[in-house]
Each structure stands twice: as C-alpha cells, then as structure tokens.
C-alpha cells in the first residue's frame, strides 16, 4: 500500500536565502485551513539557478513559485511561457503538466493590479518605479496596460531611469503614484528609506511599497504622516498566490 507521504502533491518556491518565505506560511496555512492533507509547500533554497534541474526530477512535484534573484534566471528551464511572462521575461510560477512540458507563468501582475486597484478611485496619470530588478517588471507592465506613464528611479547611472538625485518638488507634483519595487526598507533594515524628497508629498500622492516585511515601512510612515494613500505588499502577495495556486489545479 503506497504511503501518504508518496501521495503527497508537493508544492514549493524556489530562491535563495529565502528562510523568511512568505509563500510557504501562507499555503502552510491555506492546506490546513481547507483541509488539504495531500498538500505540502517547501522551500527550495538554490545557492545556484543550475540547481533547479534537480529539484525539477524530484518525486511528486505539483508545481513551484519562483522569487528573487531567480525570476528570470529560470526561463531557459521551462519548455514555453504564458503570453505575460513571455513579455516579461520573468516567472515567479511554473506549472508541471500531464504531458511531461513545463510552464512559466506571471502571477506577480495579478496581484499587482488588483491590489493597486482596490486603493484607488481615480488613475494618476504618472508614476514613479522606484529599482530596475525583477519585482519592477510586473509593476511597468501594470503600468503599461492601465495607460499610466511612467519613469523608473535608479540609484545606478541608466538612460531608462531617473536617477534619485534628480528628485526634486517639480518632479514629485508631477507623479502623484510611487511604487517602492526596490528592497530598500525591508527587514532587518528597516529604516533604510529610499532617497526622495519626502516634504513634497501631498495627500494627492499614493505609496505603493511592494515590501511586506515589517508591514509599515518607514517609505510608507513618510507617506502617511503627509495624509497619502499607502499600501504594502501583503495583498499583492495574497493575491498572486492564489492566482499561482489556480493555475497549478486548472
């Protein structure tokens, strides 16, 4: 008789030094709370992307989430894209299928936009893309789709980003949205706040920090205590998890 571990669907995200796992306490939580006993969700912790081969042969694996720095560094490992990630060049969920292919996918934009959505009424008509990284992509092609113009901010010197220094007032009157898509803030250095001109915020603005580790960043403290809109990332998360967990059950 095959044990219950053997039938144990096994899900799991794959990244490096990823100990403080969003992904793995929240479907910890979603299997017991729906009572998925056949359900587990692991950390594959890759020092190096090539390890992924491995993980990829091991038994029972029903599908996997894929965070920093490994977004794109998978591609080359999957058979085919959805049309998003594709556009994207990034994955953060790859889909095992029945024929033995594997598929990347881009859930990241979902819980981007719906989450963004639900703080506002009214779109600005530009925003501000704080970091160049892999988290930035889902955030443009939002941007992108919603018709929102916007600028990256680097603090690298980049013909496609606006470099902090060159934040000043005028700048920040004409971008009512900021979205933090940089690990400037999170735990444990949490009082590292990105370089802007923060006594130009008005209660036009809207802070969007992509952040969820401490839940109040001091980006967003700097918003709120100038009556901004502010919002973390906790819902984005939330929201491209259930989004990765549709696609590995469709």
Known sequence: MESKKNKTKRFGLIGRNITYSFSRGYFKQKFETENLQDCSYENFDLKQIEALKKVFTQKNIS??????????????????????????????????????????????????????????????????????????????????????????????????AIPYEAIDETVMNEY???????????????????????????????????????????????GKQRGCKILNGQKMLEYQAEKSWEIWNQ
């Open 63 to 160: 599908g996997l989430n894929v965070t920093t720095p490994y977004k794109r560094e998978v591609v080359p490992f999957l058979d085919r894209l959805s049309p998003t990630a594709k556009e994207m060049n990034a994955v953060n969920t790859i889909k095992f299928h029945h024929d033995g292919s594997i598929s990347g996918h881009n859930t990241d934009v979902y819980g981007f936009e719906k989450s963004l959505l639900e703080i506002i009424n009214t779109l600005p008509k530009k925003a501000l893309i704080l970091g160049t990284g892999g988290a930035s992509s889902a955030v443009a092609y939002v941007m992108k789709k919603l018709k929102i113009e916007f600028s990256y901010v680097s603090r690298s010197s980049n013909e496609n």
């Open 176 to 222: 009512h949205l900021i979205i933090n898509a940089s690990p400037v803030g999170t735990f444990p250095n949490i009082e590292a706040v990105p370089d802007l001109p923060y006594s130009s915020l008005t209660e036009n603005h809207i802070l969007y920090d992509l952040i969820y580790n401490p839940p109040e960043t001091r980006f967003l403290r700097e």
